[in-house]
């Protein structure tokens, strides 16, 4: 069965300081997809990135970056040069394709509570 | 952006009362689905569906739940007798196609009293 952990229940950082999310997952499944969302304090869930498991290429978006390696199972995201509106609960998210096909089952990890004080 | 609407934002309901919660999908998509968060706890899928019937369903979506797309627009999941432990943000989803990102509604915050 697939699994994601996000060991980092809460991170607490000032602004300007870079920040890393940490996820790591399982799954048996070789062809698979990873996702990032986030959670402002207004509930929303807002997609970030997919990342198919067949690129492994890093992903950078402004102050947004994604470290995927498949050694180690791991999806983890960097935030640089925190600011204030980036506090939020962030969730890593994994998705299985099943006959090649994915049926929108995404497991999410528990979430990590980013706080950035000004 | 095209927005997934969820309505309503909040239900409060008594026990064993029925409930039906509303989502307007985005235009385009064609697959559908139901994700709930009990406060404070990670998001949690029930259910998916496409073309209308469901595709997949998690060990929470029990007999007590259904969905439905009773036209083109509107996607609704009932809860017909609800229990206190229901209580959860309820999140509708939609997307293009399989493996695409989902696009999630603002969700509808249910409270079993």
């Known amino acids: 069965a697939q699994k994601v952990t996000q060991a980092q229940t809460e991170i607490s950082v000032v602004e300007k300081e870079d920040v890393t999310l940490d996820c790591v997952y399982e799954t048996r499944d070789t062809t698979y997809y990873l996702f990032w969302y986030k959670q402002p304090p207004s509930g929303e869930l807002v997609f970030l990135i997919r990342r198919n498991s067949f690129d492994e290429q890093n992903e950078i978006s402004g102050r947004y970056s994604w470290n995927f390696q498949k050694s180690t199972s791991s999806f983890n995201f960097t935030i640089t040069a925190s600011q204030v509106v980036d506090s939020a609960v962030y969730f890593c998210?994994?998705?299985?394709?099943?006959?090649?096909?994915?049926?929108?089952?995404?497991?999410f990890g528990q979430g990590t509570i980013l706080t950035v004080h000004p | 952006e095209p927005e997934v609407t969820q309505t309503p934002s909040h239900q409060v309901t008594q026990m064993g009362q029925e409930v039906i919660l509303r989502c307007v999908p985005i235009s385009n998509h064609l697959y559908f689905y139901w994700y709930r968060q009990i406060l404070g706890q990670k998001v949690e899928f029930l259910v998916s569906f496409y073309n209308n019937e469901i595709s997949e369903k998690s060990e929470i979506f029990d007999d007590q739940f259904s969905v439905e797309r009773p036209d083109g627009s509107n996607f609704t999941l009932k809860i017909r007798s609800t229990k206190l432990e229901d209580s959860a943000m309820y999140f509708c989803a939609s997307s293009l196609t399989w493996g695409e990102k989902l696009f999630f509604g603002s969700g509808t915050q249910l409270s079993v009293l």
């Open positions: 998210a994994l998705s299985e394709a099943v006959g090649g096909t994915s049926y929108g089952k995404l497991t």
